[in-house]
Every structure is written in structure tokens, then in C-alpha cells.
């Protein structure tokens, strides 16, 4: 593979991890807002809109390719990421309201199981015995950091189911991603995203009957940080690494989220950081090193196709 390719790869996993962590902010930002939890991903996404119009200025579509779909198959691509992560933040704010906090956000960080069958299944991708095993590594660690808390009680079933499901969405959302950045940049996809979320968001807050208006400045103040801190550079650094990165690593190395989000929950509301949770943080940032160092051999080998654009 030439140089140029393997210092695409490297970059889209440097900013594919930054984006991870800016990430696993949304929790501890969403626990501060007074707002409903669809309220707040719904301002999470129209805030975001001006910031990602004025990206996707900036980064042009890459000159077209011949995998380029046509007509109204390329408009679909565009919406399908925001369609699915729409249900991604209202299955998950639904979920927690019904089960644990801790039932929840291991729950939904099983998507790189779906992710890792659906590219295997899907998209004939080979995933290597290797992977499988940094891949373990990652989902154990994502258990023991919720395993303090996790609890099986029969009520709480529905809120598990839900937030289960929200690990399908963003499964789906993480690979629809991967498949508009074969042909758009990721200014546009990120707009195309937020565009299409927030409407959808903002009808299931009405539907719910939550207060739309913040009432404060403290609020106001949580989902700017949501729109820019946690979409526009988080999900943005998603977008741009799935670019470069296969959806199955990807998919590991957001597993970085939970592990800020505790220590976020640790630093800002004095949560309990036991040492179970300790070494579910070691093996999740084991998993993340393993994958991104094999992935990094497969790219310097020429396994790695190059990025449509930036």
C-alpha cells in the first residue's frame, strides 16, 4: 500500500478515538439537563444544524465515483443514518427510563456484535479470530463496568428489551455511516443526520408531552455542549474515521465511550468506580489497543482500501 493510504488509516483512527471520548460525555451532559431525555436529543440535533451546514460547506463532496448511487437511491444513503439514529437516542432515552442505568449502557454497547455480524453476514467482510478475541476483550470490559449495578428483574424486562434494540439502531446507524462515506464527505453526512433527526426527535418529545423550551441558562448551556462537544465532534470524528477504518474496528474502538462516561459519572457526580469497574476500563482499552494495532498492520500491508474523500 502506498504511504498516503496508511497515513489515512492512522488518521481515521486517531480521530475515530477522539470522537469516541467526546462521546461518552453525552451521558453526564444529559443527566445535568433538567429537560425530558427526548427533549434533549432533540435539541442535541437541531443545534447541531448551523454548525454542520457550515461543515459541509467546507468539505466538499468527493469527485464523483462509479459507486456513486444515482437519483434517489444517493438522497436515501444521506437520510438512512439519520433515520437510524433517531431511533438509536429514542429506544435508549425510552430503555432508561424503565430499566437501570447500568442495564442500559451495557445493553446498548453490544453493537459491535451486530456490527461485526452484519459486516460478516452483509457485506462478506472476514473477520479474523484475532479481531474476535480483541473484540471480546472490548464487550467484557464493557459488562464489568456496569457489572456492579447490573440487575434481572422481571419489570424491568421492557426497558432491557429497548435498550438491547438500541444497540441494533446504532449497529445500523454505524454501518449506514460507513456507506455514505464511500461517496459524500463527512460534513455532509453528519448534516444529512442531524437534518433528518431532529424533526423525528422533536415529534416524539411532543408526543411524550415533555417541555420543549429550556428553562435556563445551565440547560442551554448542557445542549450546546451536546450539539457541538458530543454530535458535531464526536459523531463527526465517527463519521470521518468510518471513512477510513472498516465498521467492525470502529465498532470497538467507540467502546470508549462507556469507559470516559464512567469516569465522567466518577469526576463530576461522585459515582462509585470499584475495582471491577477498574479492570472492565483495562480490558475495554485492551480490546481498543488490539484493534487498532491490527488494524493499522492490515493497512501498512495494502488490506486497507483507500477513502473516497475526506
Known amino acids: 500500500m502506498s504511504e498516503p493510504n496508511d497515513k489515512s488509516a492512522l488518521i481515521g483512527l486517531l480521530v475515530l478515538i477522539m470522537g469516541a471520548v467526546a462521546i461518552g460525555m453525552a451521558a453526564p451532559l444529559v443527566k445535568l439537563s433538567e429537560l425530558g431525555p427526548q427533549t434533549v436529543g432533540f435539541w442535541r440535533m437541531a443545534l447541531a444544524i448551523p454548525f454542520a451546514f457550515l461543515w459541509m460547506q467546507f468539505d466538499r463532496d468527493p469527485p464523483r465515483k462509479p459507486e456513486t448511487p444515482a437519483g434517489w437511491k444517493r438522497w436515501l444513503y444521506l437520510a438512512l443514518p439519520g433515520l437510524l439514529f433517531s431511533g438509536d437516542l429514542a429506544f435508549w432515552h425510552a430503555g432508561i427510563k424503565i430499566t437501570s442505568v447500568a442495564n442500559a449502557t451495557f445493553l446498548a454497547n453490544l453493537q459491535p456484535v451486530f456490527v461485526v455480524l452484519a459486516a460478516w453476514l452483509i457485506f462478506k467482510e472476514k473477520i479474523t479470530k484475532q479481531f474476535m478475541f480483541a473484540a471480546g476483550l472490548a464487550v467484557a470490559g464493557a459488562a464489568l463496568l456496569s457489572a456492579g449495578n447490573i440487575t434481572v428483574a422481571p419489570e424491568r424486562w421492557p426497558g432491557d428489551v429497548l435498550s438491547m ?76 474515521g468510518l471513512g477510513r477504518v472498516p465498521a467492525p474496528v470502529a465498532s470497538i474502538i467507540i467502546l470508549i465511550q462507556p469507559v470516559v462516561a464512567s469516569i465522567a459519572g466518577w469526576l463530576m457526580f461522585g459515582e462509585a468506580f470499584a475495582p471491577i469497574q477498574y479492570a472492565g476500563a483495562a480490558l475495554v482499552m485492551a480490546g481498543v489497543w488490539w484493534v487498532q494495532r491490527k488494524s493499522r498492520t492490515a493497512a501498512s500491508r495494502g488490506l486497507a482500501k483507500p477513502p473516497p474523500g475526506g
Not at 446504532?170 to 449506514?176: E, G
Not at 461517496?183 to 415529534?203: D, K, N, Q, R, Y
Open 165 to 240: 434494540a438500541t444497540a441494533v439502531w446504532y449497529a445500523a446507524y454505524i454501518l449506514a455511516v460507513r456507506q455514505a462515506r464511500r461517496f459524500a464527505s463527512t460534513g455532509t453526512v453528519i448534516f444529512f443526520t442531524v437534518a433528518v433527526s431532529a424533526p423525528i426527535l422533536g415529534l416524539t418529545a411532543l408526543g411524550f408531552g415533555e417541555t420543549i423550551l429550556p428553562g435556563s441558562l445551565t440547560d442551554w448551556l448542557v445542549l450546546i455542549g451536546l450539539a457541538v462537544g458530543v454530535q458535531i465532534i464526536g459523531q463527526g470524528g465517527v463519521a470521518f
